[in-house]
């Protein structure tokens, strides 16, 4: 009992023992009092009235106490087994995840890759696991003993895995350099595009057209400037015998090249979307039409008319007003496509929900 309340306290095997004990002790202090009684009475020579009676009822509470404490038994056997085990295994776990961490720590001390980043973060978080695990007494502290030898033995492990990828980042940084200057040097060429195609957007269509990108060419290129001096970082970094600290700049690299590349593609794909809308307007909408017919025939199929039917027939209206909109010299095709794509996306969202109330059924 005391090793499973050590050893497994949320398990609260005290707890659940503390009744059968109860009756254990009610039991015993019931017998005394009882065979005290019957000895006065026998040394007085006056018989207890309702002895026979009280003599059975005790019978039956101390049996009730002994299948109580048989019944615990058997319910608990294996937990308080493995608890007393466990207990009694402490100091030898202890013992054993020290003895592997000192190992570790001795190579990595003379692995030559010590000002590793991860090596040196691995070293300390053992070093702390180490003086916590050297602060508990399993004797008295079997559970905070048994989680800090575990501690141990995870950031044992943890230091083991950085060590045995340590002297292959030397390659992964040189790899990793050469493939962001390939890429640094893609995303600028396209960036180049980027000018002329925004120009394009402002003859060619309404400015309202073009408005939300009024900046991408000016935060591309700071995106652009950030990847370039992330992978000089690294290239020095490399040169330092420092690979892990060039594998995170050229990780830097990465992302300042991707957002760079999103602001780049946002306006060359809207030149090209804008002037795929101009040549046939009709076509975008067509397809939205569509969609909405394909929508209200599975409102009919399902016997959905009543519930959304006036909604899908609402977004038809919806489409002739956006339709009727497209006017004047400069028409507004960005809104045109933004507002047929909202009404897309409603009726995506109907036909889902129609598609789950019929589930549901």
């Given amino acids: 009992m005391v090793?499973?309340?050590?050893?497994f306290p949320d398990r609260r095997v005290g707890a659940l023992w503390e009744p059968v004990r109860a009756r254990c002790y009610a039991a015993a202090g019931a017998y005394l009092s009882f065979t005290e009684q019957l000895d006065a009475a026998e040394a007085a020579g006056t018989p207890i009235a309702d002895g026979p009676a009280r003599a059975d009822a005790l019978v039956r509470q101390l049996n009730d106490a002994a299948r109580g404490v048989d019944e615990f038994y058997h319910a608990h056997r294996e937990g308080l087994a493995e608890a007393a085990t466990v207990r009694n295994t402490v100091p030898q776990l202890l013992t054993?995840?020290?003895?592997?961490a000192e190992q570790v720590l001795a190579a990595a001390a003379s692995s030559g890759f010590a000002h590793y980043p991860s090596i040196e973060g691995g070293v300390r978080a053992l070093n702390e696991a180490l003086i916590t695990a050297s602060s508990v007494d399993p004797g008295t502290a079997?559970?905070?003993?048994?989680?800090?030898?575990n501690l141990v033995q995870e950031t044992t492990a943890e230091l083991s895995n950085a060590l045995a990828q340590?002297?292959?980042?030397?390659?992964?940084?040189?790899?990793?350099?050469?493939?962001?200057?390939?890429?640094?040097a893609a995303v600028r060429n396209r960036a180049d595009a980027l000018g002329p195609a925004y120009s394009s957007l402002l003859r060619e269509f309404s400015a309202a057209s073009s408005a939300?990108?009024?900046n991408n060419e000016r935060e591309s290129r700071r995106g652009i400037d950030a990847a370039d001096e992330a992978l000089v970082g690294a290239r020095v970094a490399a040169a330092d015998r420092n690979p892990e600290s060039a594998l995170d700049l050229t990780a830097t690299a990465?992302?300042?090249?991707?957002?760079?590349e999103q602001l780049v593609d946002a306006v060359t794909a809207r030149l090209e979307l804008l002037r795929e809308v101009r040549t046939d307007p009709d076509a975008r909408a067509r397809t939205v039409r569509f969609r909405l017919r394909d929508a209200q025939m599975l409102a009919v199929d399902r016997g959905l008319v009543a519930e959304w039917g006036s909604v899908l027939d609402a977004q038809a209206e919806r489409l002739d007003r956006i339709t009727a909109g497209l006017t004047g010299r400069?028409?507004?095709?960005?809104?045109?496509?933004?507002?047929?794509?909202t009404v897309a996306q409603f009726i995506a969202g109907v036909v889902e929900r129609i598609r789950k109330n019929v589930a549901e059924k």
Wanted: glycine share 0%; hydrophobic share 45%.
């Fill in 212 to 214: 939300d990108l009024t």
């Fill in 96 to 100: 054993h995840v020290r003895a592997e």
């Fill in 142 to 149: 079997v559970a905070r003993a048994r989680e800090a030898a």
């Fill in 3 to 7: 090793a499973s309340t050590a050893v």
């Fill in 330 to 341: 400069h028409p507004d095709y960005w809104a045109y496509v933004t507002e047929l794509d």
């Fill in 166 to 184: 340590a002297p292959s980042r030397v390659s992964a940084a040189k790899n990793a350099i050469a493939s962001v200057t390939t890429r640094l």
């Fill in 254 to 260: 990465r992302e300042h090249l991707a957002q760079a």
